[in-house]
């Protein structure tokens, strides 16, 4: 199985400020057929599900704002909130969808200071 | 509007059953692919299983901890997906969410509790 691990495990940002949230998989979840990396992003809020961010690695979702962004390639991820907003206090997974299982990151809570 | 709506969670003790249920709206169910992503109270994201859409094969996966007990169907013409869970263990307990994707996780439903416990 791959294996994805989150850093931090939390973060506490300013309002206004950069977040930077990393991801790291235990192997390559790039396909150099397509050259597209199998990772997504999601927030999820206390007591809600999940929500989709980012997929493909770096492509936006439908309706999130582009403070949220997100980079890498291979096994190396970071997903960036470029301007904290006190809406984006949220536990963020990563989740990789290369080979089955699917796995997903422990998460990173982000907390504002 | 999209929604997809999960029912069928409670207390069961260990060795039980539980059918869990999803109902879904605002989308062509039978054209999508479907998941359950479970919870731990305080904990991760687990993913559980697939089943892709009947036109690409119908087929399902299951992740290792829940291979083998439990199984992952789909009623198209009630827009349902199903999750029959037996063998259940204490560290099933868990919120599970039906989810639309497959790959990526597109909707969530909230999300049903299962607690295992004698």
């Known amino acids: 199985d791959i294996v994805m691990t989150q850093s931090p495990d939390s973060l506490g940002v300013s309002l206004g400020a950069r977040a930077t949230i990393n991801c790291k998989s235990s192997q390559t979840i790039l396909d150099s057929s397509n050259n597209r990396n199998y990772l997504a992003w999601y927030q999820q809020k206390p007591g809600q599900p999940p929500r989709l961010l980012i997929y493909w690695a770096s492509t936006r979702q439908s309706g999130v704002p582009d403070r949220f962004s997100a980079s890498g390639s291979g096994t190396d991820f970071t997903l960036t909130i470029s301007s904290l907003q006190a809406e984006d206090v949220a536990v963020y997974y990563c989740q990789q969808y290369y080979s089955r299982p699917f796995t997903f990151g422990p998460g990173t809570k982000v907390d504002m200071k | 509007e999209v929604q997809l709506v999960e029912s069928g969670g409670g207390l069961v003790k260990p060795g039980g059953s539980l059918r869990l249920s999803c109902v879904v709206s605002g989308f062509t169910f039978s054209n999508a692919w479907m998941s359950w992503v479970r919870q731990a109270p305080g904990r991760g994201l687990e993913w559980v299983g697939r089943?892709?859409?009947?036109?690409?094969?119908?087929?399902?996966d299951y992740a290792a901890p829940v291979k083998g007990r439990f199984t992952i169907s789909r009623d198209d013409s009630k827009n349902t997906l199903f999750l029959q869970m037996n063998s259940l263990r204490i560290e099933d307990t868990a919120i599970y969410y039906c989810?639309?994707?497959?790959?990526?996780?597109?909707?969530w439903g909230q999300g049903t509790l299962v607690a295992v416990s004698s």
């Open positions: 989810t639309a994707g497959g790959t990526w996780e597109l909707l």
């Open positions: 089943i892709k859409a009947k036109t690409d094969g119908g087929t399902t």
